[in-house]
């Protein structure tokens, strides 16, 4: 059953900008601990940015001061704002979450289907 769903990805010209919606579907009730990461051909997937439970963010050495994560609570969905994007940020990019369904119920880690971005010329 999916419950987060990516989109926004796509071909950018180096320099370029994208940003990420990820929405959780209608039956999730609450969402905690919001991340982005991304996985590139060949490579480990990365964390790229995520909420703390400190409610501060953390941004991977090489996306800070170029993306941005954000949350939109009354839409239940997180974002990846993205820009001046550089070659090496081609991957395929993947929300995750620890989600609620049912109140006082259990929260579950799930992950989105993912998103392809590819920067190139």
């Known amino acids: 059953q999916v419950q987060l769903v990516e989109s926004g990805g796509g071909l950018v010209q180096p320099g370029g900008s994208l940003r990420l919606p990820c929405a959780a579907s209608a039956s999730i009730l609450s969402i905690n601990l919001p991340g982005w990461y991304r996985q590139a051909p060949g490579k480990q997937r990365e964390l790229v940015a995520a909420f703390t439970r400190a409610g501060s963010t953390n941004y991977a050495d090489s996306v800070k001061g170029r993306f941005t994560i954000s949350r939109d609570n009354a839409k239940n969905t997180l974002y990846l704002q993205m820009n001046s994007l550089k070659p090496e940020d081609t991957a395929v990019y993947y929300c995750?979450?620890?989600?609620?369904?049912?109140?006082?119920?259990?929260?579950?880690?799930?992950w989105g289907q993912g998103t392809q971005v590819t920067v190139s010329s």
């Open positions: 995750n979450a620890n989600v609620q369904r049912v109140v006082s119920g259990p929260f579950y880690k799930y």
